[in-house]
């Protein structure tokens, strides 16, 4: 279903060089996951997959069309990156239909069916700006996954959920890869890593350090 390529991408910020050199393939059907400390790079690789920021040097391509010049975004693509935000006035479901009215490729039933699998109400009625850490969290991973994109990239997506929201994350994870997403997945927690991703990359200083891929070895 997709595919990236990520060759030799670097990417400088007022002389700070905060990608440096990497060269990734990633394939549909797959959990990657990218480890690391704050800083290390991880959420700002992201950022060069999806498009939201320009690499200094070298080229991205999805499914073969280059970002930044055969294209803008990735043509298929949800996205969890740092903390979620929508609308303050409107509920949770109003703020995901708004979002699924850009493109109007799902209804309302698919809607309905995305807000309970992350565990929210659908008849809620709550305005976004009372919602708690947790259901701002559980609402951004609907947005990710409620289209079913080719392409599923969360940026710690466990934050500031309890237990049952990890294992909720967990199982929508593994449900992206089911169907054949490809998911990118960054996450503090080398544990939730080693459980869900098929193969693991280190960052540090904008460079992915391991020279060996970590893999589980299992699908």
């Known amino acids: 279903m997709a595919r990236i390529e990520i060759i030799d991408v670097c990417k400088t910020i007022k002389r700070n060089t905060v990608i440096d050199?990497?060269?990734?393939?990633?394939?549909?059907?797959?959990?990657?996951?990218?480890?690391?400390?704050?800083?290390?790079?991880?959420?700002?690789?992201?950022?060069l997959i999806t498009g939201l920021i320009r690499p200094t040097k070298g080229r991205i391509r999805i499914d073969g069309k280059e970002l930044w010049k055969d294209i803008s975004f990735p043509e298929s693509v949800g996205l969890l990156l740092e903390n979620p935000a929508f609308l303050d006035s409107c509920s949770g479901t109003e703020n995901l239909r708004i979002l699924a009215a850009i493109k109007a490729n799902i209804d309302n039933a698919r809607i309905d069916e995305t807000i309970r699998l992350v565990g929210l109400s659908?008849?809620?009625?709550?305005?976004?700006?009372?919602?708690?850490?947790?259901?701002?969290?559980?609402?951004?991973?609907?947005?990710?996954?409620m289209e079913s994109p080719d392409i599923v990239i969360l940026d710690e997506p466990t934050n500031s959920l309890d237990s049952d929201g990890v294992e909720m994350v967990k199982q929508v994870v593994?449900?992206?890869?089911?169907?054949?997403?490809?998911?990118?997945?960054?996450?503090?927690?080398f544990e939730i890593l080693q459980e869900l991703a098929d193969e693991i990359y280190t960052m540090e200083s904008g460079r992915i350090t391991n020279a060996a891929i970590e893999e589980r070895g299992i699908s």
């Not at 050199?21 to 950022?47: A, C, V």
């Not at 709550?126 to 951004?140: A, D, E, F, I, N």
């Open 174 to 189: 593994r449900a992206e890869k089911q169907r054949g997403a490809l998911v990118i997945l960054a996450c503090h927690d």
């Open 21 to 47: 050199g990497i060269n990734l393939t990633l394939e549909s059907g797959k959990i990657f996951g990218l480890k690391g400390i704050n800083g290390s790079g991880k959420t700002m690789l992201m950022r």
């Open 122 to 145: 659908v008849g809620d009625k709550k305005k976004y700006k009372k919602y708690s850490l947790g259901m701002k969290q559980r609402l951004g991973i609907a947005a990710a996954v």
